[in-house]
C-alpha cells in the first residue's frame, strides 16, 4: 500500500488496502464468501470460482487510513475495481 500522496484534488490514497486482496496468501483469509456458487478457491496468487454467480465480501475500516472529519464531509470519492480473467473451458 502506498503512502498518501498530495495533489490539486487533495489527498488520495492508491494501493491495495485489502487484506489477501490479490490472493497471494493462497487462502481466503481476511474475505467473507457471500455466495458461493461452486465455490471460492486461492491457488496459483489468484482467486478463482466457477462460472455460476458468486459474491465475497470484505470490510476495509477507512478511519483507519483517513480522518473522520474527511470521511463524513461527503466529499470524499471512493472509486474501487476488480481484474476479472476468464480462463479454461466450459
Known amino acids: 500500500t502506498r503512502l498518501p500522496r498530495s ?3 487533495g489527498r488520495a490514497l492508491t494501493g491495495n488496502l485489502l487484506r489477501n486482496g490479490d490472493a497471494r496468501e ?3 483469509d481476511g474475505w467473507s464468501v457471500v455466495n458461493g456458487g461452486d ?3 486461492a491457488k ?3 482467486f478463482k470460482t466457477s462460472f455460476e454467480p458468486n459474491t465475497r465480501r470484505q470490510v476495509v475500516d477507512l478511519v483507519n487510513w483517513v480522518e473522520a ?3 463524513d464531509s461527503g466529499k ?3 472509486v474501487l475495481g ?3 480473467t476468464e ?3 466450459r
Do not use: P
Open 69 to 71: 472529519s474527511v470521511l
Open 26 to 28: 493462497r487462502t481466503m
Open 7 to 9: 495533489g490539486k484534488r
Open 76 to 78: 470524499v470519492e471512493i
Open 82 to 84: 476488480e481484474q476479472i
Open 39 to 41: 465455490g471460492w478457491s
Open 44 to 46: 496459483d496468487g489468484v
Open 87 to 89: 480462463t479454461g473451458s
